[in-house]
């Protein structure tokens, strides 16, 4: 059974996580065809390798691809094998490590976005056994943990990179002209036509919304909220930045039905003061630095790391999936 759509983000997650496990064998005096490379004296071994690249394949629809083609595959899988373990060695020497309530927790999380069964039928389908899982969202928590205790801890902004940042970005943090409108809508032009009389006649809005309109919004009586422009289908906004407060429009006509709108409340262009902007700048900037400190951090890892990888054996492999054994359910 083939994986929908929806489910392949998990299913990628699961492959791409920490994928270090079985590779403390000691390393071997000569080039060994059962290693694919060492990283720091710890081995990536050629079994833990295929498996894993047959799991990579499946989920792509690659596994019919010639050894050329799959070459980009195994270059890639290699490279996140060595950025895995690097990372899993610097929470070592750190001694970062998670509870096992911790990954309990995180599994649960996965598992939240599935109905029930299906969260099975998803790891059988990536041939992971939920051992594995656990195992590997172990890792993914220590890796995560290892970058907020030891790399983003370090990272703060100034008041003086706040103003800065402020001041370079006055545009971005400019409010936009919005409308906070309603609707109703209806599948014929006739009923929408008998809707407009009930409302010259004095019918509320929101009431004629509530019982008529086809729109999930009806419970609350058509109301849309607050929106600027370019955020409702172009049809919307050609008509509701048109109106004034209480107007109501004449039918409108889209691919969804027949509306009548009205315009409930008006938010004039602004622009936010420092104050006002503070946070989302220090979030931005944090944000930013954040990813500078992490990547700062991972270069450092590599360029003091002792690398080696066996291309003989690297070439070796040909890209079929390794006999894997079946998932417990």
């Not at 907020?148 to 990179?161: I, Q």
């Not at 409308?179 to 809005?205: M, N, P, T, Y």
């Not at 729109?215 to 289908?233: E, T, Y």
């Amino acid at each position: 059974m083939r994986l929908s759509p929806t489910r392949a983000p998990l299913l990628s997650l699961v492959l791409a996580l920490a994928l270090s496990q079985g590779c403390n064998t000691p390393v071997k005096s000569a080039p060994d065809d059962t290693v694919v490379a060492t990283v720091n004296g710890e081995v990536l071994s050629r079994v833990d390798f295929e498996q894993e690249l047959g799991r990579e394949l499946a989920s792509t629809e690659a596994s019919q691809r010639t050894p050329e083609e799959i070459e980009p595959f195994k270059r890639t899988l290699l490279d996140t094998y060595i950025h895995r373990m690097l990372l899993l060695q610097a929470a070592r020497r750190n001694n970062v490590t998670v509870t096992p309530e911790e990954v309990d927790r995180g599994v649960l999380r996965l598992s939240g976005d599935y109905p029930a069964g299906n969260f099975n039928e998803v790891l059988a389908q990536g041939q992971l056994s939920m051992a594995e899982l656990r195992a590997r969202e172990a890792s993914r928590l220590t890796i995560e943990k290892l970058f907020a205790g030891h790399v983003y801890s370090r990272v703060g902004v100034t008041e003086e990179e706040l103003r800065a940042y402020y001041a370079a970005h006055e545009a971005e943090l400019n409010e936009s002209e919005q409308v906070h409108a309603a609707q109703i809508v209806v599948k014929g032009l006739d009923e929408a036509r008998r809707l407009q009389a009930q409302l010259k006649s004095g019918k509320k809005f929101s009431d004629l919304a509530r019982r008529y309109s086809l729109s999930a919004d009806a419970k609350v009586g058509g109301d849309l909220g607050f929106f600027p422009r370019g955020q409702m289908p172009p049809a919307f906004d050609e008509v509701v930045f048109k109106l004034g407060v209480g107007q109501v429009s004449d039918v409108v006509s889209t691919e969804y039905g027949y509306h009548l709108f009205k315009v409930l409340e008006r938010k004039p262009a602004r622009k936010r003061d420092f104050a006002e902007a503070r946070q989302w700048v220090e979030a931005k900037l944090m944000e930013q630095k954040r990813t500078e400190a992490q990547d700062a951090f991972e270069k450092e890892l590599r360029e003091k790391a002792q690398v080696q990888v066996n291309e003989a054996t690297l070439q070796a492999i040909r890209g079929q999936p390794a006999a894997l054994p079946q998932a417990a359910k």
